[in-house]
């Protein structure tokens, strides 16, 4: 059960786009089409942003859109807002476990 | 609406216990598996158990296995979280949450989050 692989953090300008990776193994990202992202805003529950690597729930803008290639997952988040500032997690399973990325904190510059 | 109230955190020593409960309401309880998800103070998520759908299994994090026990009672649209032996790093906010598709007893798509409650553990 080891935690997948996520960079500290990322930045960008309004109006950029900007790519956040997640590393598992062969056994979880690599294995599975269920990979999801979710967006924490200080002091506020996780919501989820992207689920099954590339799919967004109702009401998620489609600048946010994911991908996966072999063992590793990226959410790019398009043209950039302020609001988008927050921390960005991943998680995935194996079947009997679910893990999550350290998570990433995206700075809108 | 979805509705998922975590309660019973508090205060408590190292190497005591704590049961957390989660609400449930909004939607058909016996269709949906629940999780339990820690984040320690300004750290991130650490998924820690599930209970089925069904009732029938129940899967834990190699962190907890053996100490902490989830379980449900239809009766009251809620599930429990049983925690044994805590430790100092174990100071987290709890989240009850529920996965999103219906019938499926593990997936990592929490489609529901509960506001959470903080469990300190200290000396």
């Known amino acids: 059960q080891s935690a997948l692989t996520q960079p500290p953090s990322a930045s960008g300008f309004p109006g950029q786009s900007v790519t956040i990776s997640c590393t598992g193994s062969?056994?979880?990202?690599?294995?599975?089409?269920?990979v999801s992202w979710y967006q924490q805003h200080p002091d506020k529950a996780p919501k989820l942003l992207i689920y099954?690597?590339?799919q967004r729930p109702s009401g998620v803008p489609d600048r946010f859109s994911g991908s996966k290639s072999g063992n590793t997952a990226s959410l790019t988040v398009s043209g950039l807002q302020a609001e988008d500032e927050a921390q960005y997690y991943c998680n995935s399973y194996t079947g009997t476990s679910v893990m999550f990325g350290g998570g990433t904190k995206l700075t809108v510059l | 609406q979805v509705q998922l109230v975590e309660s019973g955190g508090g205060v408590v020593q190292p190497g005591t216990s704590l049961r957390l409960s989660c609400a449930a309401s909004g939607f058909t309880f016996r269709s949906y598996s629940i999780n339990w998800v820690r984040q320690n103070p300004g750290k991130g998520l650490e998924w820690l158990a599930v209970?089925?759908?069904?009732?029938?299994?129940?899967y834990y994090a190699d962190s907890v296995r053996g100490r902490f026990f989830v379980s449900r009672d239809i009766s009251k649209s809620t599930v429990y979280l049983q925690l044994n032996n805590l430790t100092v790093e174990e100071t987290a906010l709890y989240y009850c949450?529920?996965?999103?598709?219906?019938?499926?007893?593990?997936?990592?798509?929490?489609?529901?989050w509960g506001q959470g409650t903080l469990v300190t553990v200290s000396s």
């Open positions: 209970m089925s759908y069904d009732g029938s299994r129940t």
């Open positions: 099954e690597v590339n």
């Open positions: 062969s056994s979880d990202v690599g294995n599975s089409n269920y």
């Open positions: 949450v529920r996965v999103q598709r219906a019938q499926k007893v593990i997936l990592p798509t929490f489609d529901y």
